[in-house]
């Protein structure tokens, strides 16, 4: 099955910093790359997705790269906010018979 | 319209009593998961139903844990002789997953947080 790391655990910024976050899954068959936000006592949210015939997608202050030959992505957030902080979770899977598997999660704290 | 919805958002019970979790997906939406967070944890893939397949049980830690999906929508996740490491927050989610499909991002509920004592 699907095994997806994540790193760092956690990630401290000051207000108007980038903060990276990067994962790597096994799976070759994987095609779907979504990220999501948890922000504290709340359900994840979707942020962002790529599929696996892009390279990099953005949506204003985020972005996400995707690496197929090495098996990695990463977030991107640039002028991080304090209300960037929150825990945020990579997941990977394929199409069809869909069930995402998740990373361990990214605690980012964005310092005013 | 409508998200997920999940009951009770709160659950305490004593050790080796039963519980049952309810999850009411997005209308419309094939696909049901089930995740479970523990404290600082990732989520933890515990069942998935789609349509009407058999469900892919692969991720239920135990035989304790079972769940349904009645007339292809609500859900209702059992533990049964509860045990202090099944607290946790139990996460339902449900897509428009379909076979072949890329964009299926879940929609998640707010949770049931389990606490047993």
């Known amino acids: 099955g699907e095994n997806v790391e994540q790193h760092p655990s956690t990630l401290s910024v000051q207000e108007g910093d980038s903060a990276v976050i990067k994962c790597t899954y096994s799976d070759s068959a994987s095609n779907y790359f979504p990220w999501y936000k948890q922000e504290l006592g709340k359900r994840p949210q979707l942020i962002i997705d790529?599929?696996?015939?892009?390279g990099e997608k953005k949506d204003q202050r985020i972005a996400v790269t995707l690496n197929k030959t090495a098996k990695h992505f990463s977030l991107h957030i640039t002028e991080t906010q304090p209300e960037d902080s929150a825990v945020y979770f990579c997941a990977a899977g394929e199409g069809g018979s869909y069930i995402p598997t998740f990373g361990r999660g990214t605690s980012l704290i964005v310092h005013p | 319209g409508a998200g997920v919805s999940q009951s009770p958002s709160n659950k305490v019970t004593e050790k080796g009593k039963d519980v049952e979790l309810r999850c009411d997906p997005i209308?419309?939406?094939?696909?049901l998961y089930w995740y479970r967070q523990s404290l600082g944890q990732g989520l933890e893939f515990l069942i998935y139903?789609?349509?009407?397949?058999?469900?892919?049980k692969s991720g239920l830690p135990s035989d304790r844990f079972s769940a349904e999906r009645t007339g292809g929508s609500v859900s209702t996740l059992t533990i049964q002789r509860t045990q202090q490491e099944d607290s946790a927050v139990y996460l339902c989610?449900?897509?428009?997953?379909?076979?072949?499909?890329?964009?299926?991002?879940?929609?998640f509920g707010n949770g049931t947080r389990l606490t047993v004592t």
């Open positions: 139903f789609q349509g009407n397949s058999a469900p892919d």
């Open positions: 209308s419309g939406h094939t696909a």
């Open positions: 790529i599929r696996s015939n892009v």
């Open positions: 989610a449900s897509s428009l997953v379909g076979a072949g499909s890329y964009n299926s991002p879940l929609h």
